[in-house]
């Protein structure tokens, strides 16, 4: 009878215990969420596939006599310069908007590569729980990050270069736009990962950004006055998060609304700097993707920027709402076309998906889904640093 007595009690304890625990339950999805994972998640689950089969491809992988860096530097050519037909053995001239398809980018392509495969594993650990996706994603980042072999130095002292004038420019900070879904992934990852390299990893991160915010280069291109200040800001925006710094966080938020919004947007929620390039429609569209990235980043309860608005009424919905119609019917574009790879923009532009998000204008959502999700110009993917939008939620 005792023993009975006990079981009882045990089961009556046990009971009473489960019913005052609280479930831990993921939280709801938006709409806009579910909808952007129905549209895309045939797409991911075979990118995932395809991610599960590849070895890691690092900045050890190719080398270019013209950098001045080492092995473990990364090094690209700046875009638009080329060999002067007057003197072709001389420094390379400023073309600007017309690529040279002569540069080196073999680095720019391998940290691309990298950043669709982080990109695609975490979205399908997302979607399915399945951790398969994790270990695979941990070999490319210990690759990356750890592996004294083949990992990349924390700095960028040698990007977009130009022959015969610079080893390296600030400008060319913007080519590590493409670590931004590599930081998102491990947060999305973070919890099935060992804590030894996860911590390793935002060791690197931790790094790059004292880099970013301390060193020449990266303060000249914090102060550049267009879209490589956005990209600039983004970035860092997105490490800290990884790295939890929220004093950088707050500086951010701050840039935001002192100095990117105020002095980039027009009243009419233009960016006049990108309408007077060579590429006025392709530049429009990625600073506006950078600025909508940096409100996704970094809104809290508290500080909301998607609801922000100078004294002047630039806000991040006009911006979204005067670009629009542009990218639901391009043939409305009122200055000259691009000079290059006007046929190829737009595409499934981030700031539609996390505008509607925000904002729910229901027809933004419509043209997001209609569009191209999967460009194959690697000039359209150079510029596009967010094609895993599950993840950013």
């Given at each position: 009878m005792?023993?009975l007595?006990?079981?009882?009690?045990i089961?009556?304890t046990?009971?009473?215990?489960?019913?005052?625990?609280?479930?831990q339950?993921?939280?709801?999805?938006s709409?806009?969420?579910?909808?952007?994972e129905?549209?895309?998640?045939?797409?991911i689950m075979?990118e995932?596939?395809?991610?599960m089969?590849?070895?890691p491809?690092t900045?050890t992988?190719?080398?270019s006599?013209?950098?001045?860096?080492?092995?473990?530097?990364?090094?690209?050519?700046?875009?638009?310069?080329?060999?002067d037909?007057?003197?072709?053995?001389?420094?390379?001239i400023?073309?600007d908007?017309?690529?040279?398809?002569?540069?080196?980018?073999?680095?720019r392509?391998?940290?691309?590569?990298?950043?669709?495969?982080?990109?695609?594993?975490?979205?399908?650990?997302?979607i399915?729980?399945?951790?398969?996706?994790?270990?695979?994603?941990?070999i490319?980042l210990k690759a990356?990050?750890?592996?004294?072999?083949?990992l990349?130095?924390p700095?960028l002292?040698?990007?977009?270069?130009?022959?015969?004038?610079?080893t390296g420019?600030?400008?060319?900070i913007?080519?590590?736009?493409?670590?931004m879904?590599?930081?998102?992934g491990?947060?999305?990852m973070e919890k099935a990962?060992?804590a030894?390299?996860t911590?390793?990893?935002?060791?690197?991160?931790?790094?790059?950004?004292?880099?970013?915010?301390?060193?020449?280069p990266?303060?000249?291109?914090r102060?550049?006055?267009?879209n490589?200040?956005?990209?600039?800001?983004?970035q860092?925006?997105?490490?800290?998060k990884?790295?939890?710094?929220?004093?950088?966080?707050?500086?951010?938020?701050?840039?935001?609304?002192t100095?990117?919004?105020p002095?980039?947007?027009g009243?009419?929620?233009?960016?006049p700097?990108?309408m007077?390039?060579?590429?006025?429609?392709?530049?429009?569209?990625?600073n506006?993707?950078?600025?909508?990235?940096?409100?996704?980043?970094?809104?809290?309860p508290?500080?909301?920027?998607?609801?922000f608005?100078?004294?002047?009424g630039?806000s991040?919905k006009?911006?979204?709402?005067y670009?629009?119609?542009?990218?639901?019917?391009?043939?409305?574009?009122?200055?000259?076309?691009?000079?290059?790879?006007?046929d190829?923009?737009?595409?499934?532009?981030?700031?539609?998906l996390?505008?509607?998000?925000a904002y729910?204008?229901?027809?933004w959502l419509?043209?997001?889904q209609?569009l191209d999700?999967?460009?194959?110009?690697?000039?359209?993917?150079?510029?596009?640093p967010?094609?895993?939008p599950?993840i950013?939620?």
């Amino acid at each position: 009878m005792k023993k009975l007595f006990a079981a009882i009690l045990i089961a009556v304890t046990t009971l009473t215990q489960f019913a005052f625990t609280p479930l831990q339950s993921k939280p709801d999805k938006s709409p806009v969420e579910k909808a952007a994972e129905q549209t895309l998640k045939k797409q991911i689950m075979t990118e995932a596939a395809w991610a599960m089969q590849l070895q890691p491809v690092t900045v050890t992988a190719s080398s270019s006599p013209r950098s001045a860096g080492g092995k473990h530097d990364f090094f690209s050519e700046a875009d638009y310069f080329w060999p002067d037909p007057k003197n072709p053995d001389g420094p390379y001239i400023n073309r600007d908007g017309m690529t040279n398809p002569d540069n080196f980018v073999e680095h720019r392509k391998a940290m691309i590569r990298f950043s669709k495969i982080i990109g695609a594993l975490a979205s399908a650990y997302k979607i399915t729980g399945d951790v398969k996706y994790v270990k695979q994603a941990v070999i490319h980042l210990k690759a990356w990050f750890i592996d004294p072999e083949t990992l990349m130095n924390p700095s960028l002292w040698f990007a977009q270069a130009v022959k015969g004038q610079f080893t390296g420019r600030n400008y060319g900070i913007i080519d590590t736009i493409h670590l931004m879904e590599v930081a998102q992934g491990i947060i999305v990852m973070e919890k099935a990962m060992d804590a030894e390299t996860t911590a390793a990893v935002k060791k690197w991160f931790t790094d790059y950004t004292n880099w970013l915010m301390t060193s020449k280069p990266g303060i000249q291109e914090r102060d550049v006055k267009n879209n490589h200040a956005t990209c600039w800001a983004m970035q860092v925006a997105s490490f800290a998060k990884l790295c939890k710094n929220e004093v950088v966080l707050d500086s951010i938020r701050v840039r935001y609304k002192t100095i990117l919004l105020p002095r980039q947007m027009g009243t009419d929620g233009s960016f006049p700097l990108e309408m007077a390039r060579t590429k006025p429609y392709g530049y429009s569209i990625f600073n506006l993707d950078a600025m909508t990235m940096l409100c996704q980043i970094l809104s809290s309860p508290q500080d909301n920027l998607w609801n922000f608005e100078t004294p002047d009424g630039k806000s991040i919905k006009k911006g979204i709402s005067y670009l629009y119609p542009f990218v639901a019917d391009k043939s409305k574009w009122t200055l000259k076309p691009d000079v290059m790879y006007w046929d190829n923009w737009p595409i499934a532009q981030p700031f539609l998906l996390f505008g509607v998000n925000a904002y729910h204008e229901k027809v933004w959502l419509t043209t997001w889904q209609k569009l191209d999700h999967n460009p194959q110009v690697e000039e359209v993917i150079r510029n596009l640093p967010i094609r895993h939008p599950l993840i950013w939620f």
